[in-house]
């Protein structure tokens, strides 16, 4: 984890390695005891034959090393990765006690869960996980202000609950869209073969192993009623497509605007394989795939009286169609909204998710076949795009904090850590997200290490 303070014009910087059961077992044995999703644990020398073996079949290994993301219930910060284990930390000096973690498998049955939580304006919590109790089904989750990590079940509550299409094989997901009314989840085509995954264990495979990729099939979009947790009865499908983070989501003129960045296929988790990483291919060449940033509009007001095999979508602003099939289904045709495309994207949260919008913010790379080299910001409205890249420098997701008297949506700064290879150090880079100029940058010292990092969080 990283930290980065401001005071006065002065900025402190501090890392530490989340304190979390992975990590505590990891460094007193000096190996991987608990599976990651591309590693494989190894026995817990403490733990019984009976023990070791029901632990092939129960999810009592499951990982805390939440290495991705940090949201918020209430006041207090977790970090998070995709299991059903978040922990608190303290912001002021990064620690974690065994007290703080919260484990939503043994409170609500899903032994998965976004690494992307959503803040409703009502101050709640939610997020969505994979839960196998009485079928496959995905769960959504509402958490209380004062939900704490002992006892979540006190406070947080199941709303709704999705049923999977295939009971043996999950979809996978990273982030889910949240409109003022409603949840948007994206059941796409990339599933976890839950066979497999039960046998890992036994097998010694890694998690990734068990994801497979259909591009055949299509990609289903589900429309949750935040209120009631029903599961409207629309059904919504597009062609087979792999995307880990949704951009925003937002209801216009009874429809429902779905953005996201996409991939062709699942290519992108295995670039990520520390052997291509260090190695590249065959050849000794890397090449990284570029995400598209698509749009998709869901027309809400669909019943027998529509029309099938014409265009629902209404929006002047978008390309997006919908069209009613003869089964039943409307098909969803996207629009690419970006001239560039772009990842991790971030936008002015506080003041735009869940509405329309107008900015969003991520990275990509300056020449196709880059690892993310680049900052970009896009305007939707015209899918022009602006960018901040410098050689041999890698920032991390760009976060936008707005300025105190803000009056237009990218009124405020974007920080990001930057990695320079070539000098093996790194810095805070803060652009003025209006006009994409520098506005400082804070060195950090060339002997304290400053991994690259994904997601982060400001708080003020």
Not at 152 to 159: D, E, F, Q, Y
Not at 183 to 204: D, P, W
Not at 311 to 331: H, I, M, P
Request: proline content about 5%; glycine content about 6%; some cysteine.
């Amino acid at each position: 984890m990283h930290r980065f303070t401001f005071d006065n014009g002065k900025v402190t910087y501090q890392n530490r390695f989340l304190r979390s059961d992975a990590y505590r077992r990891a460094m007193k044995y000096n190996r991987i005891i608990m599976t990651e999703f591309g590693t494989v644990g190894m026995p817990d020398p403490c733990k019984s034959i009976l023990e070791r073996f029901a632990s092939h079949f129960l999810p009592l290994n499951i990982t805390d090393n939440n290495l991705i993301n940090f949201f918020k219930i209430g006041e207090d910060l977790y970090t998070t990765s995709e299991t059903s284990c978040p922990r608190r930390i303290n912001p002021k000096d990064l620690t974690s006690e065994n007290s703080d973690k919260m484990d939503l498998f043994w409170a609500f049955g899903t032994m998965t869960a976004t690494a992307h939580a959503q803040v409703d304006d009502d101050g709640y919590t939610y997020n969505i996980g994979t839960s196998y109790v009485c079928g496959t089904k995905y769960t959504i989750i509402r958490f209380d202000p004062e939900t704490k990590p002992g006892n979540p079940r006190k406070s947080a509550k199941i709303i709704g609950n999705i049923p999977a299409r295939y009971m043996t094989r999950p979809s996978y997901f990273h982030s889910f869209g949240m409109t003022k009314n409603y949840f948007v989840f994206l059941e796409q085509t990339l599933y976890i073969n839950v066979m497999k995954l039960a046998g890992s264990a036994m097998t010694k495979t890694a998690v990734c192993s068990c994801l497979e990729y259909e591009p055949n099939e299509k990609s289903l979009f589900h429309v949750v009623n935040k209120r009631t947790g029903d599961v409207l009865p629309i059904k919504f499908a597009s062609g087979a497509l792999f995307g880990m983070h949704i951009v925003n989501s937002y209801e216009d003129e009874g429809h429902i605007v779905f953005d996201i960045c996409c991939y062709h296929n699942d290519e992108l988790i295995k670039k990520f394989y520390l052997d291509y990483l260090r190695h590249g291919d065959q050849e000794g060449k890397r090449s990284f795939p570029r995400p598209v940033v698509k749009r998709f509009v869901l027309p809400l007001d669909v019943d027998k009286r529509t029309p099938k095999g014409v265009n629902l979508v209404s929006l002047e602003y978008s390309k997006a169609t919908a069209v009613l099939q003869d089964d039943g289904t409307v098909f969803l045709q996207d629009e690419v909204i970006s001239d560039v495309g772009f990842d991790m994207p971030q936008i002015n949260y506080d003041r735009v998710n869940g509405k329309r919008y107008r900015y969003a913010y991520g990275n990509t790379s300056n020449n196709p076949g880059e690892f993310m080299n680049t900052i970009v910001k896009a305007d939707i409205h015209t899918k022009k795009t602006v960018r901040w890249t410098e050689p041999d420098c890698f920032p991390s997701e760009p976060v936008f904090v707005e300025a105190p008297d803000a009056v237009d949506e990218d009124d405020g700064v974007l920080m990001s850590n930057v990695i320079n290879a070539k000098t093996g150090c790194a810095f805070l880079l803060v652009l003025d997200a209006k006009t994409f100029t520098e506005v400082a940058r804070a060195e950090i010292p060339g002997d304290v290490g400053c991994p690259l990092t994904f997601h982060g969080h400001y708080l003020r």
